[in-house]
């Protein structure tokens, strides 16, 4: 699609601060930016780690950042913050990492606190990672603690995710197995100098080869992508060429396994660009992507109307003092509303 | 709203099952259905459980049972499940209490699984909650594993929530302090019995005296209900009768301290009936749940012209396969719509 020439800079830091800034707080005049921004990606990896809270990803990160500058790649970190569901804040790794890489114009680290509302977390983060790839950088991290369902959404903005664990997060392994195996294209045994990492990484395979030889029920839409994940692990070596689920073990503090888990990360990203499975995910992706985006434009213009329209702005004081039927109103104002 | 007579019926659990199950699967027609459930709720009480894999949330669930039962209260729980983001399963605590309380017609215990696409979670418990209450049950339990962001929105639907941890979960305290804070009405330290349980009850109630007194950038929208909360922490003893974040120790295990945390959840939720921090929080929620209702609706609304439109149904293909602007796609589908 042709588009006038960009309004923005890429060498403009600030700017680009600003903008992220604008996506955050839900400026809605940032859309016809972020459409530009869209068109303006040159395909950087998107990388994305997730894991629980104590299994040392923000040092581990700060590790991939030094490996991925060393082969010099311009890095851009989002740190998503769980410790602020509701209130902004910063992460404690995120500011080692400003300090670590200070004067470093080739990295940007920017965290942003989880927003409770709507699911619009996600779609802020898709955003963020676009702009980071229209400014040029060739590597986007993206960071979230925790291992909840919010997790996994974000981790579909991710070409490449990396499940972070610890050799004590057996409680973890167990509850969310099957989430797991869904999302991760590689586990990670960091602090694996600590006894039973061996154990905890034996684990691991030991549930990925079963997964491979297991049949799930399959949630229909949506899940293409996880669909030919499970195909493809259940023949690694296969002639498909599918791509078997490594575990590594790091020690993120001393740098222990970050050369192999860069090569990894590689591997991987050459696997995404080639392999058919991985391109059907990335549909699968990108489809549901448009609907949220759907979704949150519609929610922009409803809050608008209920702004403008004092009787309406009645209406939902009424819903919210439980005096009125929401799913009646919901409805009403869909109604006035013609699509074909 | 004057309404007609129900077209479903309270003793009818299969139809309850069925219903829940339609709720699940986003079968649209039940959109009438809900708004009826809206009205005939009695008011039942929410109790929100939330904790990291493994603190024993289920085992304490299922001791709760028995002591609304022993008070003749009719509970229902809705069991989310983490071990299935993409697949669907059942939680094992879940089959546990199904043999626990088989036979007592005065339970009924459903698990769904989280289903990853576009925050449907929050709103698919929130309307199987309305159902539960519309059915006449007196204890709506709500209970999921995982301290990440989609547990928060799904706490919101609850009165009272709970946060369960374990002596070693000292990771989790850390990463999501504020998190925590903003949702927890109170905290249950289980496995009491473990070394180190009484640090833990410490360390928490040394947060919850500190963020009394601390004071967090708070987000706008959203979150009257948090800065009251906050605020009330803020003066346990004033006059205003808040309400101060307790913070018990149980051993599911044995049964130690259930009476106790019965008599918490009580009393909370004759604060909740009576304190007006209370209502002003139940009204921000039920606010942001009208927002994401109108979301979801117009949603499918799109999905449905995308079945029904081939031509749509080619852009949104582009769009997968990334030859095509979601941005300008998104926009131009509401653009189609006149709202007022």
Not at 48 to 60: D, E, I, N, R, V
Not at 82 to 107: E, K, Y
């Amino acid at each position: 699609m042709k588009r006038p020439r960009p309004s923005w800079n890429p060498t403009d830091i600030r700017g680009l601060a600003r903008l992220i800034s604008r996506v955050e707080n839900r400026d809605p005049g940032t859309l016809a930016t972020l459409a530009q921004m869209h068109d303006a990606q040159h395909g950087a990896h998107r990388l994305g780690m997730t894991g629980p809270p104590g299994a040392g990803k923000s040092t581990l990160v700060d590790q991939l950042i030094r490996r991925f500058r060393e082969s010099g790649e311009r890095v851009a970190v989002l740190a998503i913050d769980p410790s602020s569901p509701f209130s902004g804040g910063a992460l404690l790794g995120d500011r080692i990492r400003m300090q670590t890489h200070a004067g470093d114009d080739g990295v940007y680290i920017r965290s942003i606190g989880s927003r409770g509302a709507r699911g619009g977390l996600a779609q802020a983060a898709r955003a963020i990672t676009e702009i980071f790839d229209a400014y040029g950088y060739d590597r986007i991290l993206i960071e979230t603690v925790g291992v909840g369902q919010s997790e996994f959404d974000i981790m579909e903005l991710a070409d490449t995710t990396l499940v972070i664990l610890v050799p004590e997060a057996g409680d973890t392994v167990q509850t969310l197995k099957a989430g797991l195996l869904e999302i991760a294209d590689g586990f990670v045994v960091n602090k694996g100098d600590r006894p039973g990492a061996d154990a905890m990484a034996q684990a691991l395979a030991a549930m990925i080869a079963l997964d491979a030889h297991g049949d799930h029920p399959i949630q229909e839409e949506h899940d293409a992508a996880h669909r030919v994940t499970r195909e493809t692990i259940a023949s690694p070596s296969s002639a498909t060429g599918a791509w078997a689920i490594p575990v590594l073990t790091t020690t993120a503090l001393t740098g222990d396994g970050i050369d192999r888990l860069y090569a990894t990360i590689r591997a991987h990203q050459s696997w995404m660009a080639h392999h058919p499975a991985a391109s059907e995910k990335k549909r699968a992706v990108r489809r549901a992507a448009f609907y949220t985006l759907c979704a949150t434009l519609w929610l922009e213009r409803v809050e608008q109307a209920v702004a403008d329209n004092p009787a309406l702005a009645r209406i939902v004081d009424a819903i919210a003092r439980g005096k009125a039927n929401p799913y009646d109103m919901a409805q009403k104002i869909l109604a006035q509303c013609a699509t074909s």
